[in-house]
């Protein structure tokens, strides 16, 4: 009797602890995302004042997974919306303009492809030298596929090598083994090759990015050049994108064994692809937004099956992961559940969960800026963080190459609105901190779906002009930029004096949000930096109009005309 007993009981015993500790992780979860909102002043009236386990848990998966859900995503839209084969890096050869990846910037010419990181598989990632003046700032990010940059190389220069994980990379340009994780990276690297990049899922994302002016070759509506392309050289300044072209198109991305053999495949620019078929255009159509719904679980569970779940010591996740199974999400996939009233608690949840994350990602007064992004931790913050940068900035650099100061609303706490004008000022000597000379910024307006702005009309850069920044106003003022005090203004009119069109960004008659991209952001311990904190981005302030040019000199920029005439092309 006590044997029967002791082997029907305890087993229950043991078992009802096992779910009392998983239903633990999924309210602390669900409680730490909401708390965070309520912190930022995110609405959270909407969700249920009572939520079952269901809702919880689909709500903490939606969080959990969004990250892989968008990698899933963005490799189907960008291998049948271009026609760019998996193991392939695919070179556009024009801006991003479209909505294929949120908030792109327009002062990079992009690479992007996905790589199949399966068993064995092996591939040799070459990436010229083009620090200081050889060419122009560059940089080839590889991404797990929970956006976890796992190793970047480009035009970065530090005295000692940058670790991501186990991995030590040289920055200089060079070849680099690409690998899996079944690979044994504890094999002697082939001759010529500099280091591994190991990554710790199967699908894997590079992203290459080259910086670009891309007003350099700008022209007015009637085609003749712009005041600024004359100003610069138009095709001959070192950031023109024909000099941006060339150098994202001598990537090299080889399989291992074609390396051995002694041949390099060159990347696939886009002039080169077969357009995609009908039916591949209506998948990537399909695929162009964030999903929510089964269709959200789909796709994870998809993500999941291919890649795992880390369980390493220090970036375990199987303790949250396991509680999903309650709603069909294991490491086989995603099963959807057969009750109806379950299904419409997951898809509510989903719903939920993308607007809170959207309400944080946008959040408060000012600007916002986290140096965690491309580098998320295994906790409740990491998991948060993760979300919310796939959401505002997918694709995002580890903190050291790039950070992105993010604002939704002016000095008062108020949404950006068009219908108003703003100004930014950025005193003498403190603008963005960046390193040495190939260090730049640029501040980018969107609308609140972060996509870029169409806008026409402007008569200095040339049509659509969406950003502005150090690369643009080193030609404008010269060696003045430094100790001059430096005003943007951001209005869906332009202002009426054709001396104030340099520093004018068009933003939309709408609410619309700005995007401040420092690359290469200084890290001296002497100096005023994003990544400790030490520096703060002016708030953007409401003016009544764009001010005239009395006003405008006033603040540092009566000598316009004088400085117009000196020349200066930033080589990078």
């Known amino acids: 009797m006590k044997t029967t007993l002791r082997s029907t009981i305890l087993p229950l015993l043991f078992a009802f602890a096992g779910l009392t500790a998983r239903a633990q992780d999924v309210d602390d979860f669900y409680n730490y995302i909401v708390s965070t909102a309520q912190q930022d002043g995110v609405g959270t009236g909407s969700l249920p004042s009572n939520p079952d386990e269901t809702f919880k848990t689909a709500f903490d998966a939606y969080v959990w997974g969004l990250p892989a859900e968008e ?16 193991n392939s890096l695919f070179a556009s050869q024009n801006l991003n303009t479209s909505t294929t990846v949120v908030a792109p910037s327009t002062d990079l010419l992009y690479s992007s492809g996905f790589l199949n990181l399966s068993g064995n598989n092996a591939f040799v990632l070459g990436v010229p030298a083009a620090a200081g003046s050889s060419g122009p700032y560059n940089v080839v990010a590889l991404l797990d596929s929970n956006t976890d940059v796992i190793g970047s190389v ?39 090759i500099k280091g591994y990049i190991q990554s710790d899922t199967v699908q894997n994302w590079a992203i290459g990015r080259v910086a670009v002016d891309p007003y350099a070759t ?41 390396y051995l053999s002694g041949s390099q ?10 357009p995609p078929s009908g039916a591949q255009q209506l998948l990537a159509y399909q695929n ?42 294991t490491s086989s996939g995603y099963t959807a559940p057969t009750n109806s009233g379950t299904l419409a608690d997951i898809n509510a949840a989903s719903t939920a969960a993308l607007n809170i994350i959207s309400g944080i990602a946008s959040s408060g007064t000012g ?51 068009g219908s108003n004008s703003y100004s930014i000022t ?79 960004l068009p933003v939309p008659d709408t609410n619309f949000e700005l995007a401040l991209r420092i690359y ?42 004088l400085l117009a005439t000196w020349r200066r092309r930033r080589t990078v």
């Open 367 to 417: 600007w916002h800026a986290s140096t965690t992004w491309g580098d998320f931790s295994a906790t409740y913050s990491g998991w948060l963080t993760g979300a919310v940068a796939a959401k505002a900035f997918l694709g995002a650099n580890v903190a050291p190459e790039a950070t992105y100061p993010l604002t939704t609303t002016d000095s008062n706490g108020l949404q950006l609105n």
């Open 154 to 192: 480009g035009s970065r220069q530090y005295s000692t090598s940058l670790n991501y994980g186990n991995t030590s990379i040289d920055n200089t340009g060079g070849n680099y083994l690409v690998v899996g994780p079944q690979y044994d990276a504890s094999q002697s690297l082939p001759t010529g």
């Open 71 to 86: 990698t899933w995503r963005t490799q189907i839209l960008i291998t049948d919306g271009y026609n760019a084969p998996v």
């Open 288 to 329: 162009s937004s964030i999903k929510t719904g089964q269709a959200f679980y789909q796709y994870v569970g998809n993500s999941v099956a291919a890649n795992g779940v880390s369980s390493s010591a220090s970036n375990n996740q199987q303790a949250l992961f396991q509680n999903f199974a309650s709603i069909g999400l």
């Open 218 to 258: 700008g022209t007015l509506s009637n085609g003749s050049a712009s005041t600024y392309s004359e100003l610069v050289g138009g095709a001959t300044d070192p950031l023109s994108i024909n000099n941006a072209r060339t150098f994202a198109n001598s990537v090299t991305f080889t399989p291992l064994s074609t």
């Open 520 to 561: 290469l952001p200084d890290g001296t311990e002497d100096t005023s930096s994003i990544l400790n904190g030490t520096y703060t981005v002016p708030n953007v302030v409401q003016t009544s109009s764009v001010p005239e040019p009395a006003s405008y000199a006033s603040i540092g920029f009566g000598f316009l005309a």
């Open 426 to 504: 950025f005193p003498a000597g403190d603008l963005p901190p960046v390193s040495g000379t190939d260090g730049w910024w640029s501040i980018t307006a969107y609308n609140q779906q972060g996509n870029i702005v169409p806008n026409t009309g402007n008569t200095y850069y040339g049509n659509n002009e969406y950003s502005l920044g150090s690369n643009q106003l080193e030609n404008v003022l010269g060696s003045a930029l430094e100790s001059s005090t430096v005003s943007l203004f951001f209005s869906s009119q332009a202002p009426t004096d054709p001396s104030l069109l340099p520093y004018w």
């Open 265 to 274: 495949t060159l990347v696939t620019p886009g002039s080169s692809l077969t």
